[in-house]
Structures are given as structure tokens and as C-alpha cells.
Nanobody, 119 residues
Framework: VQVVESGGGLVQAGESLTLECAASGSIYELNDMGWYRQAPGKQRDLVASINSNGITNYADSVKGRFTVSRDNAKLMMFLQMNGLKPEDTGVYYC??????????????WGQGTQVTVSA
């Protein structure tokens, strides 16, 4: 199973970006999915998550600005980021929890996509 993020880039404060996460391979069913952010010199923190029922959870710092969504048929997850701030800068990682065709529950991470917000 592979997980690939895309959509990162360099933007100015106040602008928007949409990140995409695409999963592929031997996936029977997607379970929870999440976006994480790792700023330079800091730990990787949860930004937003969405479960298989579409229930979402956000870090306090992004509530009202970021929206996470998913397309189960396409095995994809999205993160719409509005009103970006310099403190949103970091590498954004996608985490995918899934059940494979052997009924095993597993987790895969993507390689990350860089988001840089200039003041």
C-alpha cells in the first residue's frame, strides 16, 4: 500500500492551499485518516482527522480555517487550508488506517508535502 501527498507549496499569509492524500494498493476498507504537521525542530502533531463515518476532529490552532474531507471511492483525503498563517509552516503528512484483504488492520504514512507560509 502506498500513500502519497500533494498540493504543498509556498504561499503568503492569508492565502489558501488544498492538500491531497491518495492511497493505493491492497486496501479493502479505509478506516481513520489524518493529517499531521511537523515544524522544523518540533514533533509531529495532529492537525485534523476524519473517521470512516465522516466525523472530524481538528487541532485548536486550525479550527475554523481548515477543513478535512475524504472520498472513500477514490481512496483519497483532502485538507482545505484557508487563512494560512506563518505558524502553519511545516511538512504535512497523511496517515491512513485501513483494513487489507486479509482482514488485517494496518497503518501507512506518506512521505510528506512541504507547506511554507511567508509573513
Amino acid at each position: 500500500v502506498q500513500v502519497v501527498e500533494s498540493g504543498g507549496g509556498l504561499v503568503q499569509a492569508g492565502e489558501s492551499l488544498t492538500l491531497e492524500c491518495a492511497a493505493s494498493g491492497s486496501i479493502y476498507e479505509l478506516n481513520d485518516m489524518g493529517w499531521y504537521r511537523q515544524a522544523p525542530g518540533k514533533q509531529r502533531d495532529l492537525v485534523a482527522s476524519i473517521n470512516s463515518n465522516g466525523i472530524t476532529n481538528y487541532a485548536d490552532s486550525v479550527k475554523g480555517r481548515f477543513t478535512v474531507s475524504r472520498d472513500n471511492a477514490k481512496l483519497m483525503m483532502f485538507l482545505q487550508m484557508n487563512g494560512l498563517k506563518p505558524e502553519d509552516t511545516g511538512v504535512y503528512y497523511c496517515r491512513v488506517d485501513y483494513t487489507n484483504w486479509g482482514s488485517l488492520e494496518q497503518t501507512r504514512w506518506g512521505q510528506g508535502t512541504q507547506v511554507t507560509v511567508s509573513a
